[in-house]
């Protein structure tokens, strides 16, 4: 059993509207979990990075939200672009692993016009 | 602002040949990640480095070493190549005191064995 969980596995809405992408956890103890955006073919980037006494963050039209207590994370997507389609990655680490991280199963994302 | 340097790019090779993949990191991050990703597949942890030195060893295989040099460039060799070692491989690098060391990754280096 992966120990980062992701759903749904894919997601198609239309331009314009919002999403919600969810994440559950595992991997204990936890240091921080993030959240990549990765375009095909491309490497991962960054979109937020929580630690475990976040509960929420925001990038632009990225919201993440974390509880720790449940090891859940939910990355909502407003006014959702073509451009946001893409797979998403949970990505959670472990402290004193010197920074490995345990990568989600991700959810692919296509938003169409 | 600069970011992780990967070559090359695209790399193909054919089974039983060496291969050797470069990563440059951002200015000032000492500590190297390398990851190997399959098609459809979330990227795996090979191995990675700080000040020049192994520093933790994932799923690298007894056929791959890798090595940190002086200016914290990193490389990646691989070598009796199987078909099943087509993937995309990624480099991370972060600072190490940096904020909770966030991964920064390269664009990656796409691998084909045939």
């Known amino acids: 059993k992966n120990q980062v969980e992701q759903s749904p596995q894919s997601l198609i809405i239309l331009e314009g509207k919002n999403c919600t992408l969810q994440c559950n956890y595992t991997v204990s103890p936890f240091s921080n979990l993030r959240w990549y955006k990765q375009d095909t073919g491309r490497g991962p980037v960054s979109l937020t990075i929580m630690t475990f006494s976040e509960n929420t963050k925001s990038n632009g039209r990225y919201t993440a939200t974390l509880d720790a207590d449940t090891k859940q994370s939910s990355l909502h997507i407003t006014a959702s672009q073509l451009s946001d389609s893409a797979s998403y990655i949970c990505v959670v680490s472990a402290p004193k692993s010197f920074q490995k991280l345990v990568f989600g199963t991700g959810t692919r994302l296509l938003v169409s016009p | 602002a600069a970011g992780v340097i990967q070559s090359p790019r695209h790399l193909i090779k054919e089974k039983r040949e060496t291969a050797t993949l470069k990563c440059y990191p951002i200015p000032r991050h000492d500590t190297v990640y390398w990851y190997q990703q399959g098609p459809g597949q979330d990227p795996q942890f090979l191995i990675s480095?700080?000040?020049?030195?192994?520093?933790d060893k994932g799923s690298i295989p007894d056929r791959f070493s890798a090595q940190q040099f002086s200016d914290y460039h990193s490389e990646l060799n691989m070598s009796s190549l199987e078909l099943g070692d087509s993937a995309l491989y990624f480099c991370a690098s972060s600072p190490s005191g940096g904020r909770d060391n966030e991964q920064f990754f390269g664009p990656g280096t796409r691998l084909t064995v045939l």
């Open positions: 480095f700080y000040e020049k030195m192994q520093s």
